[in-house]
């Protein structure tokens, strides 16, 4: 009896301190908040923003940056990568005359460079008429009091001074039309719940531009029968709803979520190359044959088609 408490007292503690080493590792991995000035780096990279722009745009970007600068801040240094949020004051917050007119949210601009014979990019983001933040890849940390860089490239994704194209609004068809294609397929395997009104030949265009990266002819042939599918336990995503994550090695675009993750591609790629993206974190490439990734991943939630 005596030996059985031991070992009871002994595997107890075997798993109290697996469980504080996990409670330590979550939070040295969460976001910490600060009210800390920008680095070197950052305002390098501020300095080299600024040059994109005219001088209306010019002076707003800075004062912005002079707003959120003692600002309470989010930071955080990923395995390959770095996130800044900037977030205000509601007591004192950034007056509307320093906002510009995009208000959706999107990328403002993207600047190459190299320090310390290391390849970087930094992704500026907007949102709601002002810079929301940025992030750096690879992983910057050791580079960050770094007192020159070389650019290599820089553009401006989307112009702060135009209107975002209006939010398409979905429209849920009553019935259940006859489709043809892939979509016919799809519905064979499993029944389809609701579906939505086509979106456009022309909207449909202007959201293509939107999204940098090659979008799957089998995806867009879906599209044009309706702007997104709902089968329950999983989905395919209207064109005018597609939104990405943020992963160290770039930004995937959802095109179809499951129960476990989605299927994706990966901005700026042009080869078509499909990604699952799982909720856990890992990443899988399926190759480009998205026709044939769809369907599998379909009959996988259906359940007389599972092994």
Request: charged fraction near 30%; proline fraction near 3%.
């Amino acid at each position: 009896m005596k030996s059985i408490l031991i070992i009871l007292g002994v595997l107890i503690g075997i798993i109290g301190l697996i469980f504080l080493a996990l409670v330590i590792a979550s939070y040295r991995r969460r976001p910490k908040f600060n009210n800390k000035g920008f680095t070197n780096l950052e305002k390098q990279l501020l300095a080299e923003l600024y040059e994109l722009f005219d001088s209306e745009i010019q002076t707003k970007l800075k004062t912005q940056i002079q707003y959120f600068e003692p600002k309470r801040k989010w930071r955080q240094y990923w395995e390959k990568s770095m996130s800044v949020e900037l977030y205000g004051d509601n007591e004192n917050p950034l007056s509307d005359n320093f906002r510009y007119k995009r208000k959706d949210e999107s990328k403002l601009a993207t600047i190459r460079f190299n320090a310390n014979n290391e390849k970087f990019n930094i992704e500026f983001n907007n949102y709601d008429g002002r810079i929301w933040g940025w992030k750096i890849r690879p992983n910057p940390k050791s580079i960050m009091k770094v007192a020159t860089i070389n650019v290599t490239s820089k553009k401006v994704n989307n112009d702060p001074n135009s209107f975002a194209q209006i939010t398409f609004k979905k429209e849920k068809l009553k019935s259940i039309p006859k489709f043809d294609g892939l979509l016919e397929e799809l519905n064979n395997i499993q029944s389809i719940n609701q579906v939505f009104k086509p979106i456009g030949s022309e909207v449909l265009e202007n959201y293509i531009k939107i999204i940098d990266s090659k979008l799957p002819i089998e995806y867009l042939d879906i599209i044009k029968q309706s702007e997104g599918v709902d089968f329950g336990d999983c989905c395919i995503l209207g064109i005018s709803e597609i939104r990405s994550t943020g992963l160290d090695d770039g930004n995937y675009f959802h095109l179809a979520e499951f129960d476990d993750g989605v299927i994706a591609v990966k901005e700026e790629d042009r080869r078509g190359t499909i990604f699952y993206c799982h909720y856990s974190g890992l990443l899988d490439n399926l190759g480009t044959d998205f026709e044939k990734i769809i369907l599998e991943r379909i009959k996988s939630t259906t359940p007389q088609h599972r092994v």
